[in-house]
Structure formats: C-alpha cells, structure tokens
C-alpha cells in the first residue's frame, strides 16, 4: 500500500504564497490522476486540484487561476503551488488519488492569517 506524505504548509499573511509537496512511498507513474484535497474546520473534505498522467488539470473555481498542480512521476511527488493566498483557504491539506484508493496521509496544515 503506498503512502502518502504531505509537508510544505505553514502560518501565511493573505496575499502570500506556499508551496506543498506530496510524497508517495510507490511509484505514482500507473495512477491517472492524483488530486489535492483540503478540509477546512467544521466542512467536508473537498477537492480543489487534479493532474492526469498527460498533464491535463482541473481546479475548483475556488482556486482556479491562483492554484497550480503539479506532478513528478520520477520522483513520485505531487506539488501544490499556492498563490494569492486567502483567508478563506485555510485548512488541512491532502493528497490522493481520483478514485481515493490510497489511505489518507496526516495532512499538512495551512493557516492563512488576515
């Protein structure tokens, strides 16, 4: 079973910029699409990102034109970059596969301040 290690969150003033990575214990290469996902406090776990193995993205209008994925099957790790950052979108980060197939890792935690 792979797992999955997110890492790159912190405590950020509005308007600034983090970049999270997802490290996977297994080859991602067979995985068609991987996705961000994020659970803000007291909502649900949704999906703000995806990237199919030919590069092909998809982005919650949330997020659309500040987010950016990215994937590298060499290294098998899965980045987010995160830009223009608000309040709103503080929350506990993860990553996973389209279908969830792999179990959840702990999640990097994003904090953006006001």
């Known amino acids: 079973q792979v797992r999955l290690v997110e890492s790159g969150g912190g405590l950020v003033q509005a308007g600034g910029s983090l970049r999270l990575s997802c490290a996977a214990s297994?080859?991602?290469?067979?995985?068609?699409?991987m996705g961000w996902y994020r659970q803000a406090p007291g909502k649900q776990r949704e999906r703000i990102a995806s990237i199919a193995s030919n590069g092909w993205t998809n982005y919650a209008d949330s997020v659309k034109g500040r987010f950016t994925i990215s994937r590298d099957n060499v290294k098998n790790t899965l980045y987010l970059r995160m830009n223009s950052l608000k309040p709103e979108d503080t929350a506990v980060y993860y990553c996973?596969?389209?279908?969830?197939?792999?179990?959840w890792g702990q999640g990097t935690q994003v904090t953006v301040s006001s």
């Open positions: 996973n596969a389209l279908d969830l197939r792999f179990n």
């Open positions: 297994g080859s991602i290469r067979s995985i068609n699409t």
